[in-house]
């Protein structure tokens, strides 16, 4: 049997298991490992069962991750949201829909130092929607807010989803949070665009908030400063090189440590956040030596290789292969996870893309914010679900049905990065 044929055997296979409910990083790890033993050997397979945990675990790039993690669970632990949110809402008082655009703008900022979509869904979800329900607003609305503002911190940097992606490809973790930028701020203001439409057209859905004077939107802006702070630190130091994205995930974590030690967090507060960043960090690391084992073995079958190739003889453009790969990313985001979704497929796309002449950098980022949009598409939108797991009494219907008008937000954004690469591109090539 051909080296090729394995290959095309060992995929099936992982979306056989997958499909079983076979944790993705076992599922990763088990054909990577009997798949590189029937094409080189036993011996060169248990070999790299014994050497990949090890380079994975002690790579130098791969410590920023439990860093942007610290970061987001410390702020979560501090009391950081809370303030947030009470600054958004009186920045936004008396607006009409006013408590859903100041959740989307505080999952924004949040999502700034979280990195991570499910944390800032679920933080800010515990912070905004007993208020929103307070004041009346239609359940799905104030859901569907949630849960698509959620998604924003897959792609604002530092996002975990832009550092995994440069690190399997190889790229600069700083040009993809650069190039990350401006469409992650294009989604936090079509969110808010998306609720003054849905406003227009069905007033009923929310009331207006209470008014707030100039003074007290003014004062409320220092709520917002520990995560501009820290946000301008990690991005500026990034950008003008002052330091790696990897230092600029400890300094922002130590940054983040000094607030929430000023604001009250003691020994028992930070070893449950320590508790919780190992806990999340395991996950994410079991899935990388998973994903970098399968690496290994698509590499010696040749299978994507063998993909680029049909592909180049069919002559298509590289805009149809692109569509084409989007299109399976965003079948794949309805049934699987996000960060699983991206360790899985890039070892087996990116040679395909670097074949037909695609941008990596950009490739990354209507990438992410394709994943970005399964998170929040039925049946298993992660974030809807766990809106619904911190809110039981809200059914899943009325959750999709709110977060309906923000799938179609994020389709009209992502064709405007595919028409118009310059939007992520310009902070990278200047």
């Not at 076992?26 to 009997?34: D, H, P």
């Amino acid at each position: 049997m051909g080296s090729e044929m394995i290959g095309a055997l060992g995929l099936g296979l992982l979306l056989v298991l997958m499909v079983l409910r076979v944790p993705v990083a076992l599922t990763m790890l088990v054909v990577g490992v009997g798949g590189f033993a029937q094409v080189i050997s036993w011996n060169a397979a248990l070999s790299m069962v014994r050497s990949v945990p090890v380079e994975v675990l002690t790579s130098y790039s791969f410590s920023a991750v439990p860093m942007f993690i610290l970061m987001g669970v410390l702020a979560a632990h501090s009391g950081m949201a809370g303030k947030l949110f009470d600054a958004t809402r009186t920045i936004c008082g008396g607006w009409k829909g006013g408590l859903a655009i100041s959740a989307i703008g505080s999952c924004g900022i949040f999502s700034a130092i979280s990195g991570s979509s499910l944390a800032t869904a679920s933080t800010m979800t515990r912070v905004a929607l007993p208020e929103m329900e307070r004041h009346g607003y239609n359940r799905g609305l104030a859901t569907g807010a949630l849960a698509a503002g959620g998604t924003l911190g897959i792609m604002i940097p530092p996002s975990i989803a832009l550092l995994i992606y440069a690190i399997l490809t190889e790229q600069s973790v700083g040009d993809m949070f650069m190039a990350g930028l401006i469409p992650g701020l294009m989604g936090l203001l079509f969110y808010c665009l998306t609720i003054t439409v849905v406003m227009r057209l069905r007033p009923s859905l929310a009331v207006a908030g209470e008014p707030t004077r100039w003074g007290q939107k003014l004062a409320s802006l220092t709520g917002l400063v520990p995560f501009f702070g820290v946000f301008l630190l990690i991005i500026l130091g990034i950008y003008f090189g002052i330091f790696t994205p990897t230092e600029g995930a400890s300094i922002g974590a130590f940054a983040t440590l000094i607030y929430a030690v000023a604001k009250g967090m003691r020994a028992v507060g930070l070893w449950r956040a320590l508790q919780e960043t190992l806990a999340l960090s395991t996950v994410v690391f079991f899935m990388l030596v998973g994903a970098e084992t399968l690496g290994y073995f698509i590499s010696v079958s040749r299978i994507s290789f063998s993909i680029s190739d049909y592909l180049y003889s069919l002559e298509l453009a590289p805009i149809v292969v692109l569509l084409c790969i989007l299109a399976m990313y965003f079948i794949l985001g309805m049934f699987m996870d996000s960060l699983a979704m991206l360790v899985i497929t890039v070892p087996v796309v990116y040679p395909i893309i670097q074949a037909v002449g695609i941008d990596p950098v950009w490739f990354g980022v209507v990438t992410v914010l394709t994943v970005e949009l399964g998170l929040i598409t039925p049946p298993v939108g992660m974030n809807v679900f766990v809106i619904k797991a911190m809110a039981p009494h809200v059914g899943l219907g009325e959750i999709f049905r709110g977060v309906t008008p923000f799938i179609i937000s994020d389709f009209i954004r992502l064709a405007l990065l595919i028409l118009f690469p310059a939007l992520s591109l310009y902070l990278v090539t200047g």
